[in-house]
């Protein structure tokens, strides 16, 4: 507790003096460098409190069976990951999973989507987003997971800066077969009602 509570204080610490040194004349840096560094405390406190972002995401999906009825009856046709950085002061992103399918593969497939979400840092990067994402389903039986990928289209309105807190998904409707992903006899994506997802950005 007292640990927690230290790493609490002192991220807290690190962004007042960041906003000091943005507002404050009393030090001898340009704007620029200004800038620079009071995103680098930023981005410190922030990294005292939580985990480091790398662009590799590894969503825990608990409660499969309950999450998959809903998906059936509509009560919840979709579930969100928790949201993720490409780097320390890189794009905001999450994954999408309709667990019943959507689009082309409503009701035969599982759909996996990727979303670009509006970043702290959004206003420093290059846009439109350009990166190439990788989707991964673990296979926690070590024999072979289930992966496909696809670059950025520059054209695409799920990629340019996002004006809203998140902008249209986009990803692979026919990800997998749910007859497949349900009954493979030498694979094993749900154990104890639980599967994991990976999304890479690089």
């Given at each position: 507790?007292?640990?927690?509570?230290?790493?609490?204080?002192?991220?807290?610490?690190?962004?007042?003096?960041?906003?000091?040194?943005?507002?404050?004349?009393?030090?001898?840096?340009?704007?620029?460098?200004?800038?620079?560094?009071?995103?680098?405390?930023?981005?410190?406190?922030?990294?005292?409190?939580?985990?480091?972002?790398?662009?590799?995401?590894?969503?825990?999906?608990?409660?499969?069976?309950?999450k998959k009825q809903?998906?059936?009856?509509?009560?919840?046709?979709?579930?969100?990951?928790?949201?993720?950085?490409?780097?320390?002061?890189?794009?905001?992103?999450?994954?999408?999973?309709?667990?019943?399918?959507?689009?082309?593969?409503?009701?035969?497939?599982?759909?996996?989507?990727?979303?670009?979400?509006?970043?702290?840092?959004?206003?420093?990067?290059?846009?439109?987003?350009?990166?190439?994402?990788?989707?991964?389903?673990?296979?926690?039986?070590?024999?072979?997971?289930?992966?496909?990928?696809?670059?950025?289209?520059?054209?695409?309105?799920?990629?340019q800066k996002p004006?809203?807190?998140?902008?249209?998904?986009?990803?692979?409707?026919?990800?997998?077969?749910?007859?497949?992903?349900?009954?493979?006899?030498?694979?094993?994506?749900?154990?104890?009602?639980?599967?994991?997802?990976?999304?890479?950005?690089?």
């Open positions: 507790m007292k640990i927690r509570l230290f790493k609490m204080l002192t991220g807290c610490c690190f962004a007042l003096f960041a906003n000091l040194l943005l507002s404050s004349n009393c030090f001898a840096f340009s704007e620029a460098e200004k800038r620079i560094t009071a995103l680098k405390l930023l981005a410190h406190a922030k990294a005292s409190v939580h985990k480091h972002h790398n662009g590799r995401l590894l969503w825990k999906i608990e409660g499969y069976t309950q809903d998906a059936i009856t509509g009560k919840q046709t979709s579930i969100y990951s928790p949201p993720m950085y490409t780097s320390p002061f890189g794009y905001q992103f999450r994954a999408k999973l309709y667990l019943n399918g959507d689009g082309l593969g409503e009701r035969t497939h599982l759909s996996l989507f990727f979303v670009l979400m509006k970043g702290e840092y959004d206003e420093f990067l290059s846009w439109p987003f350009q990166k190439k994402i990788t989707m991964t389903l673990i296979d926690q039986a070590n024999v072979g997971n289930e992966t496909d990928a696809f670059f950025s289209n520059p054209q695409s309105t799920s990629f004006e809203s807190s998140m902008n249209p998904p986009i990803g692979i409707p026919t990800f997998l077969p749910l007859c497949s992903f349900c009954c493979m006899d030498d694979k094993q994506f749900i154990k104890d009602d639980t599967l994991y997802i990976q999304v890479k950005v690089d």
